[in-house]
């Protein structure tokens, strides 16, 4: 286990509602990236937070947005969902941002239909 | 665009057996690769990373590759086990930024008994 944790476990959703997915990040670790994964393919980045600001975007449309905390737990929120957003969504935390490793959480599971 | 790729989506082998994961980048200002395996409900786990001024690195019972003439990196699992049946993914970070790899699609690795 990397004591990276994700909740909820699984999603359900229709088009055009909001969600929230949580992550909490390995004890003293100060960075979290959140990534999409699509079934069959590699993961995607979203976005990094570093010490509760963004520290750099992937090719997502503005209705991803997150936040840090200052524990550094972190939310990812979708707005105005779309059926293709329907994926395993990832959150990584590591200390620092150019630390070589990231610790991946078990995901959240969101069905959009 | 520039990106991040595998060679074969399915690898099966017999126990015991050594397994070569290969994977194929296209970004020449790439200079740190990772491999992480991904088990079925997990998300994915580092296993070893190699950065671009060597061309081989060796853990436990794995090895990577880079061959940056040709843009290409492997992974050899020696005496390959059953319980490293997952999705193989390779990644790349570019260098003078933060640690945000970008990754390829996968090689499921299958292991028979």
């Known amino acids: 286990e990397t004591g990276v944790t994700q909740s909820p476990t699984h999603l359900i959703k229709t088009r055009g509602q909001q969600v929230t997915l949580r992550c909490s990040s390995q004890s003293g670790h100060n960075t979290v990236s959140w990534y999409q994964q699509a079934l069959g393919q590699g993961p995607q980045f979203i976005f990094q937070?570093?010490?509760?600001?963004?520290?750099g975007r992937g090719n997502f449309p503005p209705r991803f947005s997150g936040l840090q905390f200052p524990n550094y737990s972190s939310e990812l929120n979708v707005n105005a969902l779309e059926l293709d957003d329907s994926a395993l969504y990832l959150c990584?935390?590591?200390?620092?941002?150019?630390?070589?490793?990231?610790?991946f959480g078990p995901g959240t599971r969101l069905t959009v239909l | 665009g520039e990106s991040v790729g595998l060679h074969l989506p399915t690898l099966s082998v017999q126990e015991g057996d050594n397994s070569i994961i290969n994977c194929a980048y296209s970004n020449s200002a790439s200079d740190y690769f990772i491999w992480y395996k991904q088990e079925s409900g997990k998300g994915p786990q580092f296993i070893i990373d190699i950065r671009s001024n060597m061309d081989k690195r060796q853990g436990q019972r794995v090895t990577v590759l880079l061959n940056k003439t040709v843009k290409h990196l492997s992974l050899q699992i020696a005496a390959t086990q059953p319980g490293d049946s997952a999705v193989y993914f390779c990644?790349?970070?570019?260098?003078?930024?933060?640690?945000?790899?970008?990754f390829g699609r996968g090689t499921s690795l299958i292991v028979h008994p």
């Open positions: 990644a790349e970070n570019i260098a003078g930024g933060s640690y945000i790899p970008t």
């Open positions: 937070y570093y010490r509760e600001e963004e520290n």
């Open positions: 990584a935390s590591s200390l620092g941002t150019e630390t070589d490793t990231q610790y």
